[in-house]
């Protein structure tokens, strides 16, 4: 552990990405839809836009600090959130300052752009909370632990190096896997993050979800892989819902951790035309009380599929089988 000569802010500070917009020339904007920007990878896919002229991107950001960082008490002054963009391929370093929002001092919100030109791969971002502590100006007191990643070359927010891809053989196995020694993959939530295990026992899925073959073979990849996400998706939902923590008054708080962020992304497509934090209220009512749950089921799902792009990659398969078949008839 790295120690500090001056106080530090305990807690957990994090950074989301609202929305964002990609422009190009004459200004043009698009919005960017939501399966291209995932705030449990904490990833930024433009490329899942499918425009290419765009140049360049404004994200409305948020950060969450905890409410020590405003104390009246506190030994620090000059407070300010900043986000800071930085990609090593090109040397860029873009620093950006938040403003104060609502919930008393806790929340900080503001926009980061990036220029397509600066940037050739990967750029990371991540917020930093600096204050006067001791008569020194611009000490970080806080930082958020895991940065967000702005790919430009990706068509999908994946954070390749920390996938929860696990392949084990289900028979010999964990004891609640080998349980599910018939199913070819399982979801696992228990963890930091969602860990999804391929069982190996199960002939050909492991090939399959990591192979490059024909065309029917990789038509048929993409198709399950779809339906893999969807299970996580649908997974991670129903762990997120059913583990809050709950105020005095009865008001359910969103996580601080991936699950937080599930429910914010997932909740605008189950509850649609509410605010996130009066679906978050909603939704625990119906789960917790007599009625309402089962009518959200396929709201969940449809937010689990969407997610998971199965629309287009079905699209993409019956079109692909279509003209595979076209062709052999020829």
């Not at 920007?37 to 360049?56: H, I, L, M, N, Y």
């Not at 969450?64 to 391929?89: C, K, N, Q």
């Not at 403003?99 to 600066?118: F, H, I, S, T």
């Not at 939530?189 to 979800?209: M, Y």
Request: glycine share 8%.
């Amino acid at each position: 552990m790295r120690a500090y000569p001056y106080p530090r802010l305990p807690g957990v500070v994090s950074l989301r990405v609202e929305s964002v917009e990609l422009r190009g020339p004459d200004d043009i904007r698009q919005p960017l839809e939501t399966n291209a920007f995932s705030t449990v990878e904490q990833v930024v896919a433009p490329g899942a836009s499918e425009r290419d002229d765009w140049e360049w991107l404004r994200m409305k950001v948020s950060a969450t600090v905890p409410g020590r960082a405003t104390a009246p008490d506190s030994p620090w002054t000059d407070l300010a959130v900043v986000v800071v963009l930085s990609e090593g391929a090109t040397n860029t370093r873009i620093t950006t300052a938040l403003a104060p929002g609502a919930e008393g001092g806790r929340q900080w919100v503001g926009q980061v752009d990036l220029w397509r030109a600066d940037h050739l791969d990967r750029a990371t971002m991540s917020v930093h909370v600096v204050a006067t502590v001791d008569g020194v100006v611009g000490r970080e007191i806080a930082a958020s632990t895991k940065d967000w990643i702005v790919d430009l070359k990706s068509e999908a927010p994946l954070r390749e190096l920390q996938l929860g891809l696990v392949e084990v053989g289900f028979r010999k196995g964990p004891a609640w896997l080998q349980t599910l020694e018939e199913m070819p993959w399982a979801v696992d939530t228990s963890g930091d993050l969602p860990v999804v295990h391929i069982n190996t026992d199960f002939e050909g899925v492991s090939e399959l979800v990591g192979g490059n073959g024909t065309s029917v073979d990789n038509l048929v990849r993409d198709l399950l892989t779809a339906q893999m996400c969807t299970d996580v998706w649908t997974a991670v939902f129903h762990t997120a819902i059913g583990d809050l923590e709950i105020e005095d008054d009865g008001t359910p708080l969103f996580p601080l951790d991936w699950r937080g962020e599930v429910l914010r992304e997932m909740l605008p497509d189950v509850l649609p035309d509410r605010p996130v934090e009066d679906a978050l209220r909603e939704v625990h009512r119906r789960r917790t009380g007599t009625s309402g749950w089962t009518d959200l089921q396929p709201r969940i799902h449809y937010a689990a599929t969407r997610r998971a792009d199965v629309p287009k990659v079905l699209g993409t398969t019956i079109r692909g089988l279509n003209s595979i078949h076209r062709g052999a008839d020829a």
